[in-house]
């Protein structure tokens, strides 16, 4: 049952809650916050605060600045670890404060939300986070050193990071999250906890209030929490395998247990849709220079663009379970990415899918990483973009994910990870000076 204006009135009173966080998330996926006293809440619940939105990148530009948040009741908590603390996830509307701002990726999932459901289609969504919990040096600046030597599904006293992990489910489930498991993952350092999947708009506020939890309770610990893909060489990445299924009329609709796999014609689409945008896809699921050097043969990332009812070297993968939980799981993303932007893109590839009625090619069963370049050549098997400007290359390519989008965030997005792209090929690195300074 959802808040109404009076219950979160009610509640930040017997509370005695002194400050709101009123939280929105910016077209790169940081969060940012304007925090406010009690005696301006009643307000912020009237959609009557205002915030300077030229000081937020790629918003707007400085004459026209004055723009509105409108809270989600549904997101109102008190932050476990915060003093008479509470947030609010808000939305971005803007000056004349009926007009919802585009260049906001949550109203940009709202969108495309709206047009599943024209279709009669609710998407849920189930990512699975990972990141790595990283010492700190003497004066409090993140290293990527651990004293963690724990592997896959390891306990302590190898899992260094067991004690944190715990402390950050305990501090979800009071925010309202579901935990369904905890654990060490393949690299020293790494660490992995999935919480129950969500009607998508809930999901992407759920990862963003996730990523904030973990890194809060990390430093609580004296640890430093990354979500970067790739932070050190020679082990595996973190990313945020994103598990996605479509209900109709109170049904999976993904399920038919007539059909091949138990898979519906509507997931076959949808699978299809995902495949043939996926290239688009990458740019807003794989954001940063650093996520390429992640997305690489051998070290479990997928990086072939195929499908499979069984095996995990593919991209898209279907989990064994059918019925209500047949679900399509896709494997590229990593946790850098906008969830908004990431799970619209997703959303609106898969409904283009069933729109044009588009079929995926043979679920392939053998292991891909095993397959030689010209057996993939044979199954016609493409491969993901290998460099964050390709991936960019491939969204400027695609207008269905441009649409998606939008001209205003399409435009700052692809303005911004270009110059992202400029500054790293200008960039001198620590492996040039080792292999060159002496040698030439």
Not at 248 to 275: E, M, P, R, V, W
Request: aromatic share 10%; charged share 30%; glycine share 6%.
């Amino acid at each position: 049952m959802g808040y109404s204006k009076e219950d979160i009135l009610r509640i930040a009173e017997e509370k005695d809650v002194k400050f709101i966080r009123l939280q929105f998330t910016d077209i790169f996926g940081q969060m940012k916050n304007v925090a406010i006293t009690r005696s301006q809440l009643e307000k912020a619940l009237n959609n009557e605060c205002m915030f300077d939105g030229s000081s937020i990148e790629g918003f707007v530009r400085i004459n026209e600045s004055d723009m509105y948040l409108r809270p989600d009741y549904d997101s109102f908590v008190i932050l476990p670890w915060k003093d008479r603390v509470a947030r609010l996830i808000c939305d971005v509307y803007c000056s004349d404060g009926d007009t919802p701002f585009m260049g906001d990726p949550r109203n940009i999932l709202k969108k495309v939300v709206k047009e599943a459901a024209d279709m009669g289609y609710t998407f849920n969504v189930g990512p699975e986070c990972e990141f790595f919990l990283f010492e700190l040096d003497d004066e409090g600046n993140p290293t990527t050193k651990t004293n963690d030597v724990a592997g896959y599904f390891d306990m302590g006293p190898a899992d260094q990071g067991e004690q944190c992990r715990r402390d950050i489910c305990l501090a979800l489930e009071e925010m309202g999250f579901e935990i369904e498991a905890s654990h060490h993952e393949c690299a020293e350092g790494q660490h992995e906890i999935d919480f129950r999947f969500d009607e998508v708009i809930k999901t992407a506020d759920n990862v963003v209030t996730f990523k904030h939890v973990v890194k809060t309770y990390a430093r609580r610990h004296g640890l430093h929490a990354t979500f970067m893909p790739k932070p050190v060489f020679g082990i595996n990445g973190s990313g945020m395998h994103t598990n996605m299924s479509l209900m109709k009329d109170g049904k999976n609709a993904f399920f038919d247990n007539d059909k091949q796999y138990g898979l519906s014609d509507t997931a076959l689409h949808f699978i299809a849709g995902i495949l043939t945008h996926v290239k688009a896809i990458t740019a807003v699921a794989n954001p940063l220079v650093n996520s390429y050097k992640r997305l690489v043969p051998g070290y479990e990332a997928p990086v072939y663009i195929a499908w499979s009812a069984s095996n995990r070297s593919t991209l898209i993968r279907v989990p064994a379970a059918r019925g209500m939980g047949t679900r399509v799981e896709l494997r590229s993303p990593d946790p850098a990415c906008n969830p908004y932007l990431e799970m619209a893109l997703c959303l609106a590839a898969g409904l283009d899918g069933i729109k044009k009625g588009l079929m995926p090619p043979e679920s392939i069963s053998k292991n891909i990483y095993e397959m030689s370049a010209t057996e993939l050549k044979d199954f016609g098997i493409e491969h993901l973009p290998d460099t964050l400007k390709h991936a960019v290359d491939e969204l400027e390519k695609d207008e269905v994910m441009k649409a998606t989008l939008g001209e205003h965030i399409y435009n700052k997005y692809v303005e911004g990870k270009r110059r992202e792209w400029m500054k790293y090929k200008i960039s001198v690195s620590d492996w040039e000076i080792n292999r060159y300074l002496m040698k030439y």
